[in-house]
């Protein structure tokens, strides 16, 4: 039996590879162009991916060698383990399938394509981002905040149905709900990951509100606002998810103006020992019309071909994002190719998203700043205290946004029909403390692109800045020896050979316990921005 399992690996292995590359490609098109022809094609090549885990007669075997008790040697254990994971929400009717890759796929499109009616023309994010940045009059501020907001009346009907689908279907296959399903799926436990999220939520209640105080305090004496209400188009982000570039004294943004973003993306990532020259050949990194208006990075075949899609600005969120996507794509191309096609990935989501945190939070770290950037010495001292309260400040801002999101997403999936709308600005303002603005009926929740296009994604943003913490903490302290890593090409080679290379031949806390000695282990990052003062 043990010959018959490795020979289905193999073969199944070989299938899939070909149609993950095709898939891809097929991707990568339609972000680009947006057009009705590639999303098409898309949704054929997903199609064809899918239909391979449709197989129910398949699925039978996979489970029935998994219960026997033949043995198999640990790489083929958990390539049959994550094949069978595969599997599992895929085992429904092939015509339901196939309607629900339509739907995605619409969706999508619909963000990549979708331009806010603002101001008598049509705006993309990152104008009305602008605004959000640089308009000091309220009035204008707040309609660009509401111009943001725009493609939830698009998208929320949409969502609906789709949610709808995807629990009907989940529950068939024995599940509460899909949000379960793709918990118990992602190799994490639901219960455990929310009651993380409780702990997080009082341990950062004192920071974050006296924080968020003194920063609206801040915000509303450079608006001439009056209002006792701390409302949405106060701040530089739609969703208040990021520090707004007005909170500070010392903008970080003056220092990127006039800087070769790209050139500083490959700087950093040199001074660690890692190469991103064919990377950033491979990326497409500038807005135009018809293309994605977001960021991501696509490995298209496990084999190297990996792209970094941007729509860069010269300001620091841009300078923290391209850090961002580039530590998906290092680790990517740095992983292991001898291992086999399935475990030529990550360990995890949550673990790709800790190496991207990691780096994208050097664009607020003053040596960086030197060392990177070309900043003085005197500057970087002048502005060290300011920049590490805003990076404090924006990991608080960022860790309750992200438990708002998570605790609505999953009653999104428990009861969808009750008043959403109502629900999503109960949560905005008991965990963001934002408040709603006066009668505002909307579905503002079904414009966060990741609720529609990233389902039961966001909460391993936040287990990956835990495991960021985590791994800067070992760094420090076992790697480089002192409380910087810039310009020491050893960081790299421990990432690569302690993180990338293990692929996805673990999961993702026992990799973590070979890298850093220790589980997850929240406290790293509580110490770092939660109790510091």
């Given at each position: 039996?043990?010959?018959?399992i490795?020979?289905?690996?193999?073969?199944?292995?070989?299938?899939?590879?070909?149609?993950?590359?095709?898939?891809?490609?097929?991707f990568w098109?339609?972000s680009?162009?947006?057009?009705?022809?590639?999303?098409?094609?898309?949704?054929?090549a997903?199609?064809?991916?899918?239909?391979?885990y449709?197989?129910?007669?398949?699925?039978?075997?996979?489970r029935?060698?998994?219960?026997?008790?033949v043995?198999?040697?640990?790489?083929?254990?958990?390539?049959?383990k994550l094949?069978?994971?595969?599997?599992?929400?895929?085992?429904?009717n092939?015509?339901v399938?196939?309607?629900?890759?339509?739907?995605?796929t619409?969706?999508?499109?619909l963000?990549?394509?979708?331009?806010?009616?603002?101001?008598d023309?049509k705006?993309?994010?990152?104008?009305?981002?602008d605004?959000?940045?640089?308009?000091?009059?309220?009035?204008?501020r707040?309609?660009a905040?509401?111009?943001?907001?725009?493609?939830?009346?698009?998208v929320?009907?949409?969502?609906?149905?789709?949610?709808?689908i995807?629990?009907?279907?989940?529950?068939?296959?024995?599940?509460?709900?899909y949000?379960s399903m793709?918990?118990e799926?992602?190799?994490?436990d639901?219960?455990?990951?929310?009651s993380l999220?409780?702990?997080?939520?009082?341990l950062?209640?004192?920071?974050f509100s006296?924080m968020?105080?003194e920063?609206?305090?801040?915000?509303?004496?450079k608006?001439g606002?009056t209002?006792r209400?701390?409302?949405p188009?106060?701040?530089?982000?739609?969703?208040?998810?990021e520090?707004p570039?007005?909170?500070?004294?010392?903008?970080?943004?003056?220092?990127?103006?006039d800087?070769?973003?790209e050139?500083?993306?490959?700087?950093?990532?040199?001074?660690?020992?890692?190469?991103?020259?064919?990377?950033?050949?491979r990326?497409?990194?500038?807005?135009?019309e018809g293309?994605?208006?977001?960021?991501?990075?696509?490995?298209?075949d496990?084999?190297?071909?990996i792209r970094?899609?941007?729509?860069i600005?010269?300001n620091?969120r841009?300078?923290s994002?391209?850090?961002?996507?580039?530590?998906?794509?290092?680790y990517?191309?740095?992983n292991?190719?001898?291992?086999?096609f399935?475990?030529?990935?990550?360990?995890?989501?949550?673990?790709t998203?800790?190496?991207?945190?990691l780096n994208?939070?050097?664009?607020?770290?003053?040596?960086?700043?030197?060392?990177i950037?070309?900043?003085?010495?005197?500057?970087?001292?002048?502005?060290?205290?300011s920049?590490?309260a805003?990076?404090?400040?924006e990991?608080?801002?960022?860790l309750?946004?992200?438990?708002?999101l998570?605790?609505?997403?999953r009653?999104?999936?428990?009861?969808?029909?009750?008043n959403?709308?109502?629900l999503?600005?109960?949560?905005?303002?008991?965990?963001?403390?934002?408040?709603p603005?006066p009668?505002?009926?909307?579905?503002?929740?079904?414009?966060?692109?990741?609720?529609a296009?990233?389902?039961?994604y966001?909460?391993?943003?936040v287990?990956?800045?835990?495991m960021?913490?985590q791994?800067?903490?070992?760094?420090?302290?076992?790697?480089?020896?002192k409380?910087?890593?810039?310009?020491?090409?050893?960081?790299?080679?421990y990432?690569?050979?302690?993180?990338f290379k293990?692929?996805a031949?673990?999961?993702?806390?026992?990799m973590?316990?070979?890298?850093t000695?220790?589980e997850?282990?929240p406290?790293?990052?509580?110490?770092?921005?939660?109790?510091?003062?």
């Amino acid at each position: 039996m043990t010959s018959e399992i490795i020979d289905y690996i193999r073969q199944h292995e070989a299938t899939i590879a070909a149609l993950y590359k095709d898939y891809g490609r097929k991707f990568w098109d339609l972000s680009l162009s947006g057009s009705q022809e590639h999303e098409k094609a898309l949704v054929e090549a997903k199609e064809r991916y899918l239909k391979v885990y449709n197989n129910r007669q398949e699925f039978e075997q996979i489970r029935q060698w998994r219960s026997s008790a033949v043995k198999l040697d640990p790489i083929a254990a958990r390539q049959l383990k994550l094949i069978q994971d595969a599997f599992v929400p895929n085992q429904i009717n092939e015509d339901v399938l196939r309607d629900i890759v339509r739907r995605e796929t619409e969706i999508e499109n619909l963000f990549n394509t979708f331009r806010a009616n603002f101001e008598d023309g049509k705006a993309s994010d990152n104008q009305l981002r602008d605004v959000l940045r640089n308009e000091t009059g309220i009035t204008r501020r707040r309609a660009a905040w509401e111009a943001t907001k725009q493609i939830g009346r698009e998208v929320a009907p949409r969502l609906l149905e789709l949610i709808a689908i995807r629990n009907r279907e989940a529950r068939h296959l024995g599940y509460a709900d899909y949000y379960s399903m793709m918990f118990e799926l992602q190799e994490l436990d639901e219960n455990w990951v929310l009651s993380l999220f409780d702990r997080l939520e009082q341990l950062s209640e004192q920071a974050f509100s006296q924080m968020k105080v003194e920063l609206d305090a801040t915000l509303k004496r450079k608006y001439g606002v009056t209002d006792r209400e701390s409302y949405p188009w106060l701040y530089s982000d739609p969703f208040f998810q990021e520090f707004p570039t007005a909170g500070s004294s010392e903008s970080l943004d003056e220092i990127f103006r006039d800087s070769d973003i790209e050139a500083l993306t490959k700087a950093h990532y040199s001074s660690i020992g890692l190469d991103i020259g064919d990377l950033l050949r491979r990326a497409d990194l500038y807005e135009r019309e018809g293309k994605s208006q977001h960021a991501f990075c696509l490995d298209v075949d496990h084999e190297g071909d990996i792209r970094v899609l941007c729509n860069i600005r010269k300001n620091e969120r841009w300078m923290s994002t391209m850090l961002h996507e580039f530590g998906h794509a290092v680790y990517d191309k740095y992983n292991d190719p001898s291992l086999p096609f399935s475990l030529r990935t990550p360990a995890h989501i949550l673990t790709t998203e800790a190496i991207a945190m990691l780096n994208g939070r050097m664009s607020k770290n003053p040596d960086w700043l030197v060392k990177i950037t070309g900043l003085s010495e005197s500057d970087a001292k002048r502005v060290s205290a300011s920049v590490f309260a805003t990076l404090r400040a924006e990991m608080l801002i960022f860790l309750r946004w992200a438990i708002t999101l998570v605790r609505f997403e999953r009653e999104l999936y428990r009861n969808s029909a009750q008043n959403l709308n109502r629900l999503w600005w109960q949560y905005v303002g008991r965990f963001q403390k934002v408040a709603p603005p006066p009668d505002r009926d909307q579905p503002d929740w079904a414009s966060k692109n990741h609720l529609a296009t990233s389902p039961v994604y966001y909460q391993n943003y936040v287990l990956g800045e835990l495991m960021a913490s985590q791994l800067l903490r070992h760094i420090y302290r076992n790697v480089v020896g002192k409380d910087s890593y810039v310009g020491n090409a050893e960081v790299g080679r421990y990432l690569v050979d302690n993180v990338f290379k293990a692929g996805a031949r673990y999961d993702w806390n026992t990799m973590l316990k070979n890298a850093t000695g220790e589980e997850l282990n929240p406290e790293h990052f509580v110490g770092q921005f939660v109790k510091t003062v």
